[in-house]
Protein backbone atom coordinates (compact mmCIF):
# COMPACT_ATOMS: atom_id res chain seq x y z
CA UNK A 1 0.00 0.00 0.00
CA UNK A 2 0.91 3.50 -0.80
CA UNK A 3 -0.41 7.26 0.53
CA UNK A 4 1.55 10.23 -1.07
CA UNK A 5 1.00 13.41 0.43
CA UNK A 6 0.44 16.74 -1.75
CA UNK A 7 2.29 17.43 -4.36
CA UNK A 8 4.24 20.71 -4.46
CA UNK A 9 4.06 22.84 -1.66
CA UNK A 10 3.76 20.08 0.04
CA UNK A 11 6.08 16.83 0.74
CA UNK A 12 5.43 14.37 -2.17
CA UNK A 13 8.35 15.08 -4.01
CA UNK A 14 10.59 14.06 -1.42
CA UNK A 15 8.61 11.27 0.21
CA UNK A 16 8.78 9.67 -3.15
CA UNK A 17 12.75 10.04 -3.10
CA UNK A 18 12.82 8.36 0.20
CA UNK A 19 10.45 5.29 -1.30
CA UNK A 20 12.91 4.72 -4.00
CA UNK A 21 14.59 1.97 -1.79
CA UNK A 22 11.43 -0.09 -1.13
CA UNK A 23 10.14 0.34 -4.26
CA UNK A 24 13.26 -0.76 -5.80
CA UNK A 25 13.10 -3.78 -3.38
CA UNK A 26 9.88 -4.90 -4.27
CA UNK A 27 9.79 -8.52 -5.92
CA UNK A 28 9.23 -9.79 -9.56
CA UNK A 29 5.80 -10.08 -8.91
CA UNK A 30 3.92 -7.68 -6.98
CA UNK A 31 1.10 -5.82 -6.82
CA UNK A 32 0.39 -2.16 -4.76
CA UNK A 33 -2.25 0.48 -4.31
CA UNK A 34 -3.50 3.29 -2.66
CA UNK A 35 -3.97 7.47 -2.55
CA UNK A 36 -1.23 8.60 -4.73
CA UNK A 37 -2.76 12.62 -4.36
CA UNK A 38 -1.81 12.57 -8.00
CA UNK A 39 -3.63 11.66 -11.11
CA UNK A 40 -2.21 8.36 -13.32
CA UNK A 41 -0.86 10.61 -15.83
CA UNK A 42 1.22 12.81 -13.53
CA UNK A 43 5.14 12.59 -12.84
CA UNK A 44 4.71 11.33 -9.56
CA UNK A 45 2.67 8.48 -10.60
CA UNK A 46 5.16 7.86 -13.48
CA UNK A 47 7.93 7.89 -11.32
CA UNK A 48 6.65 5.69 -8.44
CA UNK A 49 5.64 3.45 -11.23
CA UNK A 50 9.33 3.19 -12.77
CA UNK A 51 10.97 3.40 -9.16
CA UNK A 52 9.22 -0.17 -8.33
CA UNK A 53 9.46 -1.38 -12.05
CA UNK A 54 5.63 -1.38 -12.06
CA UNK A 55 2.44 -0.61 -14.20
CA UNK A 56 -0.25 1.64 -13.95
CA UNK A 57 -3.22 0.13 -14.35
CA UNK A 58 -5.85 2.22 -15.83
CA UNK A 59 -7.82 4.73 -13.99
CA UNK A 60 -11.18 3.43 -12.71
CA UNK A 61 -12.32 6.77 -12.46
CA UNK A 62 -12.55 9.91 -10.38
CA UNK A 63 -12.50 8.84 -6.47
CA UNK A 64 -11.90 12.20 -4.78
CA UNK A 65 -13.46 15.57 -4.37
CA UNK A 66 -12.73 18.55 -1.90
CA UNK A 67 -15.54 18.23 1.11
CA UNK A 68 -16.53 21.61 0.13
CA UNK A 69 -18.28 20.84 -2.69
CA UNK A 70 -21.41 18.68 -3.28
CA UNK A 71 -20.62 14.67 -2.69
CA UNK A 72 -22.81 13.71 -5.91
CA UNK A 73 -20.10 15.25 -8.23
CA UNK A 74 -17.11 13.19 -7.41
CA UNK A 75 -18.22 10.20 -9.61
CA UNK A 76 -18.46 12.65 -12.91
CA UNK A 77 -16.10 15.62 -11.52
CA UNK A 78 -13.33 14.74 -9.03
CA UNK A 79 -9.73 13.72 -9.60
CA UNK A 80 -8.89 10.00 -10.02
CA UNK A 81 -6.07 10.04 -7.45
CA UNK A 82 -6.55 6.56 -5.68
CA UNK A 83 -3.85 3.73 -7.81
CA UNK A 84 -3.09 0.38 -8.27
CA UNK A 85 0.13 -0.62 -9.69
CA UNK A 86 1.44 -4.16 -10.55
CA UNK A 87 4.52 -5.85 -11.82
CA UNK A 88 5.18 -9.83 -13.06
CA UNK A 89 2.73 -12.49 -12.99
CA UNK A 90 -0.35 -10.29 -11.63
CA UNK A 91 -2.95 -9.80 -14.05
CA UNK A 92 -5.35 -7.18 -13.36
CA UNK A 93 -8.86 -7.89 -13.93
CA UNK A 94 -11.15 -5.61 -13.55
CA UNK A 95 -11.44 -2.31 -11.35
CA UNK A 96 -14.81 -0.83 -9.79
CA UNK A 97 -15.70 2.46 -7.63
CA UNK A 98 -17.64 1.28 -4.97
CA UNK A 99 -20.40 2.98 -3.60
CA UNK A 100 -19.28 6.23 -1.30
CA UNK A 101 -18.66 4.83 2.25
CA UNK A 102 -18.04 7.53 4.17
CA UNK A 103 -14.41 8.69 3.49
CA UNK A 104 -13.38 11.82 1.29
CA UNK A 105 -12.65 8.82 -1.31
CA UNK A 106 -14.61 6.38 -3.07
CA UNK A 107 -13.54 2.73 -2.61
CA UNK A 108 -11.91 0.82 -5.14
CA UNK A 109 -12.29 -2.63 -5.91
CA UNK A 110 -9.41 -4.57 -8.00
CA UNK A 111 -9.61 -7.84 -8.86
CA UNK A 112 -6.52 -9.68 -10.27
CA UNK A 113 -5.30 -12.62 -10.24
CA UNK A 114 -1.52 -14.16 -10.75
CA UNK A 115 -0.66 -15.77 -14.10
CA UNK A 116 0.03 -19.52 -13.64
CA UNK A 117 3.38 -19.71 -15.11
CA UNK A 118 4.47 -16.69 -13.52
CA UNK A 119 5.41 -14.69 -17.20
CA UNK A 120 5.30 -11.20 -17.20
CA UNK A 121 2.68 -9.73 -19.87
CA UNK A 122 4.00 -9.25 -23.41
CA UNK A 123 3.14 -5.50 -22.67
CA UNK A 124 2.10 -3.32 -19.93
CA UNK A 125 -1.57 -3.02 -21.38
CA UNK A 126 -2.11 -6.88 -21.51
CA UNK A 127 -3.02 -7.00 -17.70
CA UNK A 128 -5.38 -4.20 -18.23
CA UNK A 129 -6.56 -5.82 -21.44
CA UNK A 130 -7.05 -9.21 -19.47
CA UNK A 131 -10.90 -8.80 -18.54
CA UNK A 132 -11.81 -7.62 -22.12
CA UNK A 133 -9.92 -10.97 -23.45
CA UNK A 134 -11.42 -13.09 -21.46
CA UNK A 135 -15.08 -12.05 -22.70
CA UNK A 136 -14.29 -12.00 -26.37
CA UNK A 137 -11.88 -15.49 -26.24
CA UNK A 138 -8.06 -15.14 -27.24
CA UNK A 139 -6.47 -13.04 -29.58
CA UNK A 140 -5.27 -14.07 -32.68
Avoid at 5 to 33: D, F, V
Avoid at 90 to 117: A, C, K, N, W
Wanted: proline fraction near 9%; include cysteine; glycine fraction near 10%.
Amino acid sequence: AIHLSWPWPHEQYWQIGELAEPLGALGETAIMAGDCNAVPWSAAVRRVASLGGLTVMPSAGPTWIHRKLPDFLRRFAGLPIDQVFSKGGVMILSSTRLEDDGSDHLPVLVEFSLRPDGREPEDEHESALAANNLSTGPRG
